[in-house]
């Protein structure tokens, strides 16, 4: 497993951006896949973007075209950055690492809290 530490949320408006960072413990090329999920009060845990080490990326219905993910593979990072924020994207975000070989990330920050006001 690689240990992950996410930064960049906070308190935002809607229609407003921000962008999250998930630092890696180690190199993340031998890290397949590094996903961005969230969870809002109440609810199940779900993916909201990830990225494959060739830089292939997919993105949840209900942020495509204002949330973009992408991968610093020099600098062990993952980033996550949100434009056009509504009210229902507040939640707390994890960062997520599946190693090659591994069929289901196994390796999850601690979260960082997304709050978007109305």
């Known amino acids: 497993q690689v240990q992950l530490v996410e930064s960049g949320g906070g308190l935002v408006q809607a229609g407003g951006s921000l962008r999250l960072s998930c630092a890696a413990s180690r190199t993340i090329f031998s890290i397949a896949d590094m996903g961005w999920y969230r969870q809002a009060p109440g609810k199940q845990r779900e993916l909201v973007a990830d990225?494959?080490?060739?830089?292939?990326?997919n993105y949840a219905d209900f942020v495509k075209g204002r949330f973009t993910i992408s991968r610093d593979n020099a600098k062990n990072t993952v980033s996550l950055q949100m434009n056009g924020l509504k009210f229902d994207d507040t939640a707390v975000y994890y960062c997520a690492a599946r190693r090659f070989g591994v069929a289901q990330y196994d390796s999850w920050g601690q979260g960082t809290q997304v709050t978007v006001s109305a």
């Open positions: 990225i494959t080490s060739s830089g292939r990326t």
